[in-house]
């Protein structure tokens, strides 16, 4: 069974660095595509990075383009994002996400909906 862990999330402050963790288990990090999600109070779950060993694409939001970054340790089984230069509208909620799929340069591979697997989440919170 296919499992996702996350950890590394806190309270920091704007200008601040944090890295989230996601430990999979049940499968083989480096054969699916992983996904960083992340929801706010009240809005929509969005996509911040994705990576996919497949075809080795990365792919990160525009928000957080030049501050953050994804990585794998195949190791460990383990996803990493880290987030530096943290903005007080970085708070939210994060989740890693894995599926079986092609790529992160499809737009559509980027969505929530498209992941079947989910972690339960690590708060992040970013004092202004």
């Known amino acids: 069974q296919v499992q996702l862990v996350e950890s590394g999330g806190g309270s920091v402050h704007a200008g601040g660095s944090l890295r989230l963790s996601c430990a999979a288990s049940?499968?083989?990090?480096?054969?699916?595509?992983m996904g960083w999600f992340r929801q706010a109070p009240g809005k929509q779950r969005e996509g911040v990075a994705c990576?996919?060993?497949?075809?080795?694409?990365?792919w990160h939001a525009d928000s957080v383009k030049g501050r953050f970054t994804i990585s794998r340790d195949d190791v460990k089984n383990t996803v990493y994002l880290q987030m530096d230069n943290l903005k007080h509208e970085d708070t939210a909620m994060y989740y890693c996400?894995?599926?079986?799929?092609?790529?992160?340069?499809?737009?559509?591979?980027?969505?929530?909906?498209?992941?079947?697997?989910w972690g339960q989440g690590t708060q992040v919170t970013v004092s202004s």
């Open positions: 996400a894995a599926e079986n799929i092609f790529g992160c340069l499809l737009v559509s591979n980027r969505l929530s909906d498209r992941y079947h697997y």
């Open positions: 990576f996919s060993p497949s075809d080795g694409s990365t």
């Open positions: 049940g499968y083989t990090a480096s054969t699916y595509t």
